[in-house]
DNA sequence: ATGAAAGCGCTAACAG
DNA sequence: CTGTTAGCGCTTTCAT
């Protein structure tokens, strides 16, 4: 057997240049002749030279791989939970989602993800160690709950990190984020125009200001509209959370007419429970979601719900993440994004 | 300021010992005087010290991180592919279960998952090269697909990888699978044992060993019952597919009385459909899932479903990655798991 | 435009 | 048990 991977030196010597040559044509630097770049080229296919990239990261500083962190709250951190967290986290479409848009920005440039959840103060020990050992150049963070004191912790060590959704305490870090009170304005105004004369809410968790946002624009609207102390429960995001807040609400007003869910999970939740209990969707009560995930287009009926262009949103972090490792933009920086309605069949 | 992130040079003069003392204390080296570890913690903790990983993965040939990759057969490579690809990889609540398991034996090890999706030739090549750089010890692979090329591709180029399930063709290449034709053959018994005498299958896409072998062992355990001829229809894996399925499958034989889905998806498609057109579960018609992942205690009626254990598969994966790593498993190895029947409303 | 040489921060013989 | 020393493979001045 030949010696291990080649290395600079090795196409080096095959080329019958210095190294610093092959480095220059490897990394693409003019200043080349193009004679010598060819027979560079030759000599990298024919010994099959692949940089070293640990070397490369050594001297340059720089890792081109970047931490992609969920991040919860919690204080345990047995594989149970871990697990469970984890079947949950990509369960829910947003996520794929989230993923889809950071890697569309990531690949082209040969960056990569490493995921990381942090769901305990281990967890984000990890995180930060991670980083401090230049294992990543910086961080994208999509918390779970408000309270996530990993934001925080990050700015504190001054390292580079971008979050999906503002914060609930203000932190300087750069962010993204879809504008949710004109997202709630948005499915208020649909269900108006709809004629609904009694409708109501199940609102996301109230710590999280995506839950607050979209509440308060939800109510902004309908009060403009002469319509005050509209019914809301709070479903947390989930299927089963949106079932019960929906049974919650039934049994105070069992006269709504329509009904917005923050987001899709929980849309398709009051869906399913209204149908158990007889009722037709929209017939009877129209149902608008948030998110326009791809449940929204799956459950029947179909929903109408207001778009959060995630995508773009993910990709848009990426790039803030690349410019403050870069050192191209040093300010935090919030990026807000407009909603869209979505029409589709239940509302 | 000071000067940038303190390297071991830097605690080694805090604490007045060599640089290999201070590398000895910082991997556990035995043979440190327990007084002078001591010191060398202390002047760790004073200097914030943080080791460079760049460096360590230099001189040990090893970054502690894998290659994740979700493998399809695809061969264009645009954003809104990948985007839409990556949504519905993490939409399957499958891989969340997958990157759980694989998180829980990684993490503990300080390893980490670089996240990668190939889609087209030109990301096998980026996975190829990820791999050839030194940019992770090996590779995880998921295949979504039957004739994906990139198994073969690993295996020829000698990296370390382990796959999810039994590639098509043999490879050279350890895998951990569930015995899938124990799994079909859990699922007729129950469905006969319920008194089914009309059933019928949705089986995942035929060119993959799973679904393959999940019809076999349906139909073996039926032919053992005196029943032949089992009608089946193929539904691709997703929901939408599943319902499809079962519309072709009612079409032509209206009577069936129980219905084996290749997967969960699948089976949540073909309640649906049943519903949509009247048809009670599991009255009228009994459905049996494959998988057990979050969807089957979701679906209305919860299903009855074939367990596969995915976490510790992944788990297990990610073990035999490991051992292939560090070189203390050379010959490629086949880890097959047994499923279980969990019962619950749908048949 | 090209080459020589000095490190990047760490580990691992090898002495002592 | 501890220190000295020689690299790991690459980039990057600095000469030429």
Known sequence: MGRQTPTL???????????????????????????????????????????????????????????????????????????????????????????????????????????????????????????????????LVVSTHADDPLPALLAEAGLPAVLFARPARPVPLSHVDVDNRAGGRLAARHLLARGCCRPATVTGPLDVSAGRERLAGFRAALTEAGLTDVPFVEGGFTLAGGAEAMDALLARHPDVDGVFAANDLMAEGVCRLLQERGGRVPDDVAVVGFDDSGVAAACRPALTSVRQPVERMAQEMARLLDEHIRGERTEPTAVVFDPELVTRDSA
Not at 25 to 40: K, S, W
Not at 113 to 135: I, K
């Open 9 to 139: 030196e090795d196409v080096a010597r095959e080329a019958g240049v210095s190294r610093a040559t092959v480095s220059r044509v490897v990394n693409g630097v003019r200043n080349v002749d193009p004679a010598l770049r060819e027979i560079v080229h030759r000599a990298i296919e024919v010994t099959g030279y692949a940089p070293n990239r640990a070397a490369r990261s050594l001297v340059i500083r720089r890792t081109e791989t970047v931490a992609l962190v969920v991040s919860g709250v919690g204080d345990v951190a047995d594989d149970d939970t871990r697990d469970a967290f984890a079947a949950r986290v990509f369960t829910d479409p947003f996520f794929g989602r989230v993923v889809g848009g950071v890697v569309g920005f990531l690949r082209p440039r040969s960056m990569h993800p490493v995921l990381m959840f942090a769901e305990s103060a281990d967890d984000r020990r990890e995180v930060l160690t991670f980083l401090r050992q230049g294992r990543a150049d910086g961080a």
